[in-house]
């Protein structure tokens, strides 16, 4: 046996195993400091590592997953989605339902988080309820290259945010959000946005489901790095069960 700890988690030995309420998941998973900026990602993966089922994550998450979900964007900022993700999962606004905002008026955030969407191509659509019907004016996160037709139509809608010049840069992207006072910053992916992110190495914390299935295609992984990478150590900060799926947190080591 080496100096390595293992731990048994389930079957759950004394003390823990508590049921959680969700006061209880709100502050596992609340900011320790709101004027620190902090980037965050939330993703399911099935057991073999697929981000994907059918091209969707609908079949690999469970109301465990779905709460979690929720509660990240009730304490963000800015939910920030690349473009790819707001398309195949048809995204339609931001907007919290009333626990969620009656939560957040009384911590005094605004009702709902800002949306944030990252495009390069800018192949979005204007009449979309994603701006059409959003509570708040979201944000479209491209780069200098962008198609200018695009980039008028949209201004429209959101506000457009050059943060790069071929790609948007990942530190651009972080300083344009902290400089709107979104200083907690939730990504909910996906692979290709996380990908460039992680390889800027400017995610601090992931919250990643592991769903009880094998998905067995060609389904992405929730990195999608343009380029291999050193490895980014990180550190677990808790792993919870709900039936056979495993809810965990990792903060990156640095
Ligand atoms: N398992 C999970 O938790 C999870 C989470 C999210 C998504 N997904 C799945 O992932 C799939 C989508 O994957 P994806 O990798 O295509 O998603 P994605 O990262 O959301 O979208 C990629 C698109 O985002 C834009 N983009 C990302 N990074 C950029 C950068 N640095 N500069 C400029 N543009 C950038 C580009 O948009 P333009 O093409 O508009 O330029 C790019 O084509 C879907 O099937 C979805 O269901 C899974």
Same mark, same amino acid.
């Given at each position: 046996?080496?100096?390595?700890?293992?731990?048994?988690?389930?079957?759950?030995?004394?003390?823990?195993?508590?049921?959680?309420?969700?006061?209880?998941? !709100? =502050?596992?998973? %609340?900011?320790?400091?709101? %004027?620190?900026?902090? !980037?965050?990602?939330? /993703?399911?993966?099935? #057991?073999? $590592?697929?981000?994907?089922?059918?091209?969707?994550?609908?079949?690999?998450?469970?109301?465990?997953?779905?709460?979690? /979900?929720? &509660?990240?964007?009730?304490?963000?900022?800015?939910?920030?989605?690349?473009?790819?993700?707001?398309?195949?999962?048809?995204? +339609?606004?931001?907007?919290?339902?009333?626990?969620?905002?009656?939560?957040?008026?009384?911590?005094?955030?605004?009702?709902?988080?800002?949306?944030?969407? #990252?495009?390069?191509?800018? +192949? &979005?659509?204007?009449?979309?309820?994603?701006?059409?019907?959003?509570?708040?004016?979201?944000?479209?996160?491209?780069?200098?290259?962008?198609?200018?037709?695009?980039?008028?139509?949209? $201004?429209?809608?959101? =506000?457009?945010?050059?943060?790069?010049?071929?790609?948007?840069?990942?530190?651009?992207?972080?300083?344009?959000?902290?400089?709107?006072? &979104?200083?907690?910053?939730?990504?909910?992916?996906?692979?290709?946005? /996380? +990908?460039?992110?992680?390889?800027?190495?400017?995610?601090?914390?992931?919250?990643?489901?592991?769903?009880?299935? /094998?998905? $067995? +295609?060609? $389904?992405?992984?929730?990195?999608?790095?343009?380029?291999?990478?050193? &490895?980014?150590?990180?550190?677990?900060?808790?792993?919870?069960?709900?039936?056979?799926?495993?809810?965990?947190?990792?903060?990156?080591?640095?």
């Amino acid at each position: 046996m080496t100096a390595t700890t293992v731990t048994q988690l389930h079957p759950a030995p004394p003390r823990a195993g508590a049921v959680l309420t969700v006061d209880d998941l !709100v =502050d596992l998973h %609340s900011p320790p400091d709101r %004027s620190s900026p902090r !980037v965050r990602a939330n /993703f399911v993966a099935s #057991v073999d $590592g697929s981000a994907t089922a059918a091209g969707r994550t609908r079949d690999l998450g469970g109301p465990a997953d779905l709460l979690v /979900f929720d &509660l990240l964007r009730r304490l963000c900022d800015v939910v920030v989605v690349g473009a790819g993700t707001v398309r195949d999962e048809g995204y +339609g606004p931001m907007r919290l339902d009333d626990d969620a905002v009656a939560w957040r008026r009384a911590a005094g955030l605004p009702d709902h988080p800002v949306f944030a969407i #990252v495009s390069g191509t800018l +192949g &979005l659509d204007p009449t979309s309820g994603v701006f059409t019907d959003a509570p708040v004016r979201p944000v479209v996160l491209t780069h200098d290259g962008a198609p200018r037709d695009a980039r008028a139509r949209l $201004g429209q809608v959101a =506000d457009v945010v050059s943060c790069g010049r071929d790609l948007v840069d990942p530190r651009l992207l972080v300083r344009a959000l902290v400089e709107r006072g &979104l200083t907690q910053i939730h990504t909910e992916g996906g692979p290709a946005l /996380f +990908g460039d992110l992680v390889a800027a190495d400017v995610v601090d914390e992931l919250c990643l489901t592991v769903s009880p299935n /094998f998905e $067995g +295609g060609a $389904g992405p992984r929730i990195v999608a790095a343009r380029e291999a990478m050193a &490895l980014k150590g990180l550190a677990l900060d808790h792993v919870l069960l709900a039936d056979d799926m495993l809810l965990t947190k990792w903060s990156r080591r640095r």
